[in-house]
């Protein structure tokens, strides 16, 4: 992965009305920033939005969509649309426990991303993945 990258994170139900802020918020990403890879997980609302935002930029923008695997490709590869140019599975995940991959291949992702677009508004894994983004000083954009 090359360029300015985009990570994000958000919870798995989060409501869809939400769509065209997060829309807007990867249109600046490029535009303003400059970000040219996107980097997306599989698991809920929020990143299905996340990677249908990314993809419908695409058609204006030379950007990357790429899905983050937290699990071994071999033992559990998802479907994968069109939308997506590749997939990526965190190094050195092959002994992480199954119940801490996706905690793991998200703090990964963070360390990668320069950038990261998020809604979070209650206690658990999102809100632990933000303050750990936070004390790593990415650039976070919130979705109101």
Not at 79 to 86: K, Q, R, S
Not at 98 to 123: L, T
Request: glycine share 4%; hydrophobic share 40%; proline share 6%.
């Amino acid at each position: 992965m090359n360029g300015n990258i985009c990570f994000f994170i958000g919870h798995r139900n989060t409501p869809w009305e939400i769509f065209p802020s997060l829309c807007n918020a990867v249109e600046k990403c490029i535009t303003e920033s400059g970000v040219t890879e996107f980097i997306v997980g599989h698991y809920g609302d929020f990143d299905s939005m996340a990677a249908r935002a990314v993809a419908d930029a695409k058609k204006k923008h030379q950007v990357r969509l790429t899905l983050l695997l937290p699990y071994h490709p071999a033992d559990r590869y998802p479907a994968v649309n069109e939308n997506f140019d590749g997939t990526f599975y965190p190094p050195n995940m092959e002994k992480v426990p199954r119940k801490a991959a996706i905690v793991r291949a998200n703090r990964y992702a963070v360390d990668m991303s320069e950038y990261i677009i998020s809604y979070v508004k209650y206690p658990g894994n999102s809100r632990k993945l933000i303050e750990y983004a936070l004390r790593k000083k990415n650039h976070i954009i919130e979705i109101k």
